[in-house]
């Protein structure tokens, strides 16, 4: 049986059914039985395609450390070269982010960082990948804990930009 996000007892989803619901979003955050972790583990306990996960990538800005979340397709990897264009000024890097960082600028841990949210502002980009699917499904602040949404609700929440930030097809297996 389905344990309801409330009763989850954690703050992280509670921050997420509360902003989903100041926004009239239609659906609730449901709890998963087994954790989803994984874009795969997601869309297996789902019964979606991979694509239709939304994942959350979060990097470090340097130098000034600003946590910039990507959201792109479960089935696609994040092409760091091209979010650092868009979200980096002229010279600009972008790091991995650490299971801490993660944490302390998302208020996720990861395998549940939610598109939105968040504890301290984040840069945002949403990959126009996300649009080949009418449901999309995201964390929502714990590894159980997912919500569905089509990718136009997502740009709504997020109010993120929507841009082209995964490798080419041909650069990866699918």
């Not at 996000?5 to 954690?10: D, H, Q, V």
């Not at 239709?52 to 990538?57: E, F, R, T, V």
């Not at 126009?128 to 602040?141: D, K, M, P, T, V």
């Amino acid at each position: 049986m389905n344990e309801s996000p409330l009763s989850a007892g954690t703050a992280a989803v509670q921050r997420v059914i509360d902003h989903l619901a100041a926004r009239q979003h239609p659906h609730a955050p449901r709890m998963l039985d087994d954790a989803a972790r994984t874009a795969q583990q997601a869309a297996d306990a789902l019964g979606v395609t991979l694509g239709q996960i939304a994942k959350s990538i979060v990097f470090r800005r340097k130098p000034d450390g600003v946590a910039v979340l990507v959201v792109t397709s479960g089935d696609l990897r994040v092409d760091e070269k091209k979010v650092q264009a868009l979200v980096c000024a002229d010279g600009g890097k972008l790091g991995r982010a650490d299971a801490e960082f993660v944490k302390s600028s998302t208020g996720f841990s990861i395998g549940g960082v939610s598109p939105l949210a968040h504890t301290t502002p984040v840069v945002t980009l949403i990959d126009e990948q996300l649009y080949r699917f009418e449901e999309i499904w995201a964390a929502a602040g714990h590894p159980h804990a997912v919500f569905p949404l089509t990718p136009q609700q997502l740009q709504t929440l997020t109010g993120a930009p929507v841009h082209d930030v995964t490798v080419a097809a041909a650069s990866h297996p699918a």
